[in-house]
């Protein structure tokens, strides 16, 4: 499979745009854990994800960090190519959440062709709409709902991308993904252990009462 | 003045396209508070702003509001025309700040220009990836700034926009765009007063000493 079978827009683009995609995109394998990018200090391409799982997020200058969004198969990450529009102000880092392979579109390769063709131009409007909206569903979620909430949210979010409600995370790592510290994340999973709604072991967190932290994280609406 | 005067890349439109912007945008006058667009939910069109200035704003269910950005002369608002693109999914208020002359551009003739215009289709990404950090910014004082330092920030943001250190300004309406709640901030104010940093009286808020409040805001970068 090469890189037309995985870019979205490939029908749209001219046999020279197709060209230079097939020739300037390098096919790369990253291990787990690998940071592909480190915000606006470089730029290292576009990348279009095969198979894997990239995660993107900020990180403060004490070192935390918090996610942003996840990309799947067939996602394209644009802000690891903050070169390619000027308003780009913003430091992203994205790591291999799990082992990806990826083609990595060179910034001007990628710049030059969306200068051409109004449908890669229109393309990458769409990618950055839901980024934004994505952004925004967890700005909402930071400032208006609690931490139990947005614990539940995690967990049945990562059981729905795992596809098993036997999730392998540990706590600093969920404090991670959600900003805060390992402490509190801690107490959180002991109280929903004591509601009988997780069982805790080493590195792993097993939901085993779904429909009741849906019921948290829905909150009032139910 | 016409809209030519105001659309930041008139001259990269063909002739049949400026004809149709010139047709169909209108120039509107909004009084101060007044709602432009409420969300998804309308789709009032494009906004390029001739005079005033707009803020774009996230409500809870709560009725809690955050400001997420301020629009000003010749500035774009894609939001308030949320129909432009499939992956706007999220809920902007956008409300008159000032009493503001506004273009307001009709979604589906902007969107049949992006179709047709790379140069359209290339400035629209760039207002949205500006959007964008804007709102990264947002997320990344919120995550991990104090709230001392954003009621600073806010003050000294506000008197740069209104040019003055006398901010015409109810504790409810800096609560308002700091998503949180009136109390908190008249703690926070009475502080800053203790401290000798702004003076209040009613429904003004005084900045007496802004470099003090400039270094509480930078914080431990000083």
Same mark, same amino acid.
């Given at each position: ?31 787990? +854990? ?7 200090? @470089? ?8 198979? +894997? ?19 799947? @198969?067939? @996602? ?8 390619? =529009? ?23 390769? %990628? ?11 229109? %393309? ?31 967990? =049945? ?51 085993? @009462? ?8 829905? +909150?009032?609406?139910?």
């Amino acid at each position: 499979m090469g890189i037309r079978d995985y870019f979205p827009i490939w029908e749209k683009l001219t046999l020279s745009q197709q060209e230079r995609l097939t020739a300037c995109a390098v096919n790369k394998c990253f291990k787990k +854990g690998t940071i592909l990018s480190n915000g606006t200090a @470089d730029c290292t391409g576009l990348l279009l994800i095969q198979t +894997g799982r990239l995660r993107a997020y900020i990180l403060s200058e004490e070192g935390r960090e918090i996610t942003i969004y996840r990309l799947l @198969d067939m @996602d394209m990450c644009l802000f690891s190519a903050s070169c390619l =529009m000027n308003s780009i102000r913003c430091d992203i880092m994205v790591e291999a959440e799990k082992d990806s392979t990826v083609w990595v579109i060179p910034a001007e390769v %990628y710049k030059e062709i969306m200068e051409e063709s109004v449908a890669a131009a229109n %393309y990458t409007n769409e990618v950055m709409a839901s980024r934004f909206s994505d952004v925004m569903w967890l700005m909402e979620q930071i400032m208006w709902k609690s931490l139990d909430k947005r614990v539940a949210s995690f967990l =049945m979010e990562e059981a729905a991308l795992e596809d098993t409600a036997r999730l392998r995370l540990t706590h600093e790592g969920i404090a991670h993904h959600l900003g805060t510290h390992r402490e509190v994340i801690t107490r959180m999973l002991r109280y929903f252990q004591s509601e009988g709604m997780v069982k805790l072991s080493r590195g792993v967190v097993e939901l085993i @009462d779904q429909p009741r932290l849906q019921k948290l994280y829905e +909150g009032n609406k139910m």
